[in-house]
């Protein structure tokens, strides 16, 4: 009886300390070029980030993940680097990827060709299909992950995909065109594009109200909004998480982990809900 008792102490024990390691899901956390961290996506996940970013090439019928064409090698494919591993985490997580936690992000920046490359994609998430959210005729079944496509978007040929496994990444003008939010449920663009200038200090007035003003119509419009070219440090995100950007790029996961957790503000899940 003893021994039985100290047993069952022993699991629930374990138990509660595997729960208590688990990362908190940190919506607004975005993994910057995640392939280039020493463990692709894991180092993310270990961390709680809310959306991971992969560059992808079509190389041969493979899909390689690397920054650069002459990077790219065989063995770095999306399968291997992201499907496979976040398709066995949703499996041991109940069908999420932070278990009880929310839909994360998995950004594909296509960089070569935008429609042979969105056909081979396309090939491969409907193996996965299980654990994506699926859009069939512009309604949003959410799933464990949210694949988004940046870079080369063959944004007609998606659109008229019947049943399609990914939405798109906007630029700030497709807050004047408002398409469906399903369609591109979150807008990005070049920090340096938008505002005409390198951040290297505090913002300008003029900036800080025009920043204000595109998250506002962001949000307004069902959509999260990004940026890159951004400064890559706390004071900078102290900024934009206080000016309700949704989503702020680091290569440091570490510590926007650790500024987020710090942070009320900082990781606050958006108060909009998009796919």
């Known amino acids: ?3 039985a008792l100290l047993v069952s102490l022993s699991l629930l024990l374990s ?3 595997t729960r208590a390691a688990e990362p908190v899901p940190l919506l607004r956390a975005h993994a910057h070029n995640d392939y280039e961290h020493p463990r692709p996506l894991l180092d993310a996940l270990a961390c709680g980030f809310g959306s991971i970013e992969a560059d992808i090439y079509l190389v041969a019928g493979q899909l390689l993940v690397a920054h650069n064409a ?3 090698k065989p063995e770095r494919t999306l399968e ?5 591993p976040l398709r ?3 499996q041991q997580n109940g069908g999420r990827v932070y ?8 950004l594909i920046d296509v960089k070569t060709e935008a429609v042979a490359t969105l ?3 396309h090939a ?3 193996k996965y299909a299980a654990m994506f959210t699926v859009f069939r005729e512009g309604v949003a079944t959410p799933g464990a992950i949210t694949v988004i496509l940046s870079g080369n978007r063959a944004r007609t040929e998606l659109a008229a995909q019947p049943v399609r496994y990914a939405a798109l990444d906007g630029r700030i003008e497709d807050l004047a065109s408002n398409p469906p939010a399903s369609l591109v449920p979150w807008v990005s663009d070049n920090w340096q594009k938008v505002f005409k200038g390198k951040w290297t200090g505090p913002i300008s007035a003029p900036d800080a109200r025009k920043l204000a003003a595109l998250v506002t119509q962001a949000h307004a419009q069902g959509r999260r909004i990004r940026f890159w070219n951004t400064p890559d440090t706390p004071e900078a995100w102290r900024l934009l998480a206080d000016a309700g950007v949704d989503l702020i790029n680091t290569d440091h996961l570490t510590g926007l982990r650790d500024f987020l957790l710090a942070s009320p503000a900082g990781s606050a899940a958006p108060p909009h809900r998009t796919p």
Do not use: C, F, H
Request: charged fraction near 25%; proline fraction near 3%; glycine fraction near 6%.
């Open 15 to 17: 138990l509660s300390l």
């Open 119 to 121: 056909a081979a994609l």
């Open 99 to 106: 278990r009880g936690g929310p839909t994360i992000t998995l």
């Open 80 to 84: 291997a680097l992201y499907l496979d």
């Open 88 to 90: 066995a985490r949703v």
């Open 70 to 72: 002459k990077d790219v």
């Open 1 to 3: 009886m003893r021994t």
């Open 124 to 126: 491969r998430l409907e």
